[in-house]
């Protein structure tokens, strides 16, 4: 800060001012001096000035990292409600300071199949539940991608965050092989030397 001149006593500042950067620059205290203009011995007069710098909200919250791994098995109603965590674990970070700080998260897209969520995230902590059961075998690959968004409380739309969650459906041994066909009959002439070709069967198993 700086006096405006050596005569008016208006302070003004200088420099940019970050509230954000710590304790140390939250707070100023200034000792003053007055003068009479032509220098008397003795005549000066002190006083201190308190200056409290208050935060602005500058800042939105980031994600520390930009993806993060969640993974359960499929067809398993033992997880139904249970929280998980992603790892790395889901954390956003506001630097500001007070409601200027604040963060929840919400799930942007992807939570959905065929029309149906079968996820929710828990806005303060950023943990998962899984709420309706599905197969692996229904999806076409056993990674669903979701975004996940981090918000300052008073401003959802304007100070945000976003990261991706990749969900990963593990595969349960939920299917039995299947032969195909399953009827079949074939013909051999007697006497045919071992080796002899006599029909080609397939078995396929829609686990993974
Ligand atoms: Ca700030
Ligand atoms: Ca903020
Ligand atoms: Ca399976």
């Given at each position: ?94 630097m500001d300071f ?69 969900v990963t459906v ?25 080796g002899t070709y ?11």
């Amino acid at each position: 800060m700086e006096k405006d001149g050596r005569t008016s006593g208006i302070l003004r500042v200088n420099r940019t001012l970050d509230y954000d950067a710590g304790p140390d620059h939250r707070h100023f205290l200034l000792n003053i001096s007055a003068t009479p203009l032509t220098p008397t011995l003795g005549h000066v007069a002190y006083t201190s000035v308190r200056i409290d710098i208050v935060d602005f909200d500058d800042l939105s919250p980031q994600f520390s990292h930009d993806t993060y791994r969640l993974a359960f098995v499929e067809n398993d109603s033992s997880i139904i409600n249970v929280s998980l965590a992603t790892t790395p674990r889901l954390l956003a970070r506001d630097m500001d300071f007070g409601i200027n700080q604040t963060v929840l998260y919400k799930i942007q897209s992807g939570a959905s199949l065929s029309g149906q969520p079968f996820l929710q995230i828990d806005q303060e902590t950023g943990e998962f539940k899984v709420i309706r059961i599905f197969d692996r075998e229904a999806l076409s690959s056993n990674e669903i991608l979701l975004q996940v968004k981090a918000y300052q409380t008073d401003k959802p739309n304007t100070r945000i965050a976003l990261a991706t969650v990749i969900v990963t459906v593990l595969d349960k041994n939920d299917n039995r092989p299947v032969i195909v066909p399953t009827n079949l009959s074939a013909t051999i002439a007697e006497n045919s030397a071992a080796g002899t070709y006599v029909t080609r069967l397939s078995a396929s198993d829609l686990d993974v």
